[in-house]
Nanobody, 126 residues
Framework: VQLQASGGGLVQAGGSLRLSCAAS????????MGWFRQTPGKEREFVGN????????YYADSVKGRFTISRDNAKNTLYLQMNSLKPEDTAVYYCAANYAFNSGSYYQDDARFHYWGQGTQVTVSS
């Protein structure tokens, strides 16, 4: 399994960005795909995830209502639409994948994901 995140950049507060995660190596039915973020000196933080087969999503409280996770089965691509961005959203964003032995609510810890993309930097200026 290979994951390639892209779409990061510099945006003003209140703006939007869409991150993509191109997945390859297998089909992802039965997998959980997640987004995490990390700032220097801090642990990686759960942003949200999606149960690939059924499209059920879970979000961290800090992004609920502003961020939306989706996937395109035909393109094997995961998306993170980020709206109303805040300076505290500044981080390196990572996509991750793991076979879904449990529901998405279980997969909110980075230790529960086996496959990781390389990360993409998002910077939100005030």
């Amino acid at each position: 399994v290979q994951l390639q995140a892209s779409g990061g950049g510099l945006v003003q507060a209140g703006g939007s960005l869409r991150l993509s995660c191109a997945a390859s190596g297998r089909t992802f039915n039965g997998y959980i795909m997640g987004w995490f973020r990390q700032t220097p000196g801090k642990e990686r933080e759960f942003v949200g995830n999606i149960e690939w087969s059924v499209g059920i999503t879970y979000y961290a409280d800090s992004v609920k209502g502003r961020f939306t996770i989706s996937r395109d089965n035909a393109k094997n691509t995961l998306y993170l639409q980020m709206n109303s961005l805040k300076p505290e959203d500044t981080a390196v964003y990572y996509c991750a994948a793991n076979y879904a032995f449990n529901s998405g609510s279980y997969y909110q810890d980075d230790a529960r994901f086996h496959y990781w993309g390389q990360g993409t930097q998002v910077t939100v200026s005030s």
